[in-house]
């Protein structure tokens, strides 16, 4: 399995960003599949999973605020991060499971 991660960047406390995380090497649509996250010094968070029928779960720092979704047809996993504060900046990482995820892309937000 490849996941190969995009989207992030510096952006505004309060403003938005959606990451990307593109999908190969396996089935993607009949797969669960998570967001989570790193923040400096910090150990992996989980942030949020889509269950391979749609239904999605969040944790409680990010629900109201962050959105995750798929597209089967792309094999792509999203997540639009809305109102973003700065203990939201980390290294996020879309994953299979606690050994499977990809390389990351950072997310720092900083007025």
């Known amino acids: 399995a490849q996941l190969v991660e995009s989207g992030g960047g510096l952006v505004q406390p309060g403003r938005s960003l959606r990451l990307s995380c593109a999908a190969s090497?396996?089935?993607?649509?009949?797969?669960?599949i998570s967001w989570v996250r790193q923040a400096p010094g910090k150990g992996l968070e989980w942030v949020a999973t889509?269950?391979?029928?749609?239904?999605?779960t969040y944790a409680a720092s990010v629900k109201g605020r962050f959105a995750i979704s798929r597209d089967n047809a792309k094999n792509t996993l999203y997540l639009q991060m809305n109102s973003l504060k700065a203990e939201d900046t980390a290294v996020y990482y879309c994953?299979?499971?606690?050994?499977?995820r990809g390389q990351g892309t950072q997310v720092t937000v900083s007025s």
């Open positions: 889509i269950s391979s029928v749609g239904t999605t």
């Open positions: 090497g396996f089935t993607f649509s009949i797969r669960g």
């Open positions: 994953a299979l499971s606690a050994t499977e």
